[in-house]
Every structure is written in C-alpha cells, then in structure tokens.
C-alpha cells in the first residue's frame, strides 16, 4: 500500500528553524517527485517547494524563498523540508505529496498521493 507519512510538526519560535520529513513506503519511490503543500484554516492551499526524483528543485512560495531545502534520501524514502528563519504565522497544515514524474508542478490536482499533514505554528 503506497504511504506518505510525515513528521515534525508542532510549535516553532520565530527566528528559529524546523525540519518536517516525509516517508514514503509501498512504491518505487525514485520514479517520484515529492513536493510540500501548506493550507492555513480558511485558507486555500499553496505550494510551498518541490524536488524531482533527478534532485532539480523549484520553490513556488515566495515567502519562504531563501529559507528553505528539500533535502531528499532516497536510500531512506524519505523528504525533508528544511525551514529556517522562520516567521510568525498561525497554523498551517504541511502535506508532502507524491507525483510519478521527473518534473516538478505547483498544481496540487496532479499528485495522486498526500500524506496526512502536520501542524505547524510560528509563534512566540
């Protein structure tokens, strides 16, 4: 069964930095470009960065450009989106998803698999 399982959430200080990661199982997970989405209640979703299975990255939230990686392992299955410097902000559920090309997209309709999306807040 294909699984993206995610982690990391939770409470972050401004200023500081937090590492959400995304595990893939039950799929060849080499043949997938893996991007982060974020939605904020009341909010409609944004892409936030994406990777191909090459390692080519593209970043689509302009408020993070510059402050974050998407550090991949494949002998791990696994994801990361680095943030740092983060800035204040409410909640926001962060989802990695799973697209089985070697190109990245912003449009959320094309990857066929989510995972189910930690918390994250920015807050003093």
């Known amino acids: 069964q294909l699984q993206l399982v995610e982690s990391g959430g939770g409470l972050a200080q401004p200023g500081g930095s937090l590492r959400l990661s995304c595990v893939a199982s039950g799929f060849y997970f080499n043949f997938y470009s893996i991007a982060w989405f974020r939605q904020a209640p009341g909010a409609e979703g944004e892409g936030v960065s994406c990777?191909?299975?090459?390692?080519?990255?593209?970043d689509y939230a302009d408020s993070m450009k510059g402050r974050i990686s998407l550090p991949r392992d494949d002998a791990r299955n696994a994801v990361y989106l680095q943030m740092n410097d983060l800035r204040s902000e409410g909640p926001a559920v962060y989802y990695c998803?799973?697209?089985?090309?070697?190109?990245?997209?912003?449009?959320?309709?094309?990857?066929?698999?989510w995972g189910q999306g930690p918390q994250v807040t920015v807050s003093s």
């Open positions: 990777i191909t299975f090459g390692g080519a990255t593209n």
């Open positions: 998803a799973a697209y089985e090309r070697g190109w990245c997209s912003s449009a959320a309709y094309l990857y066929g698999h």
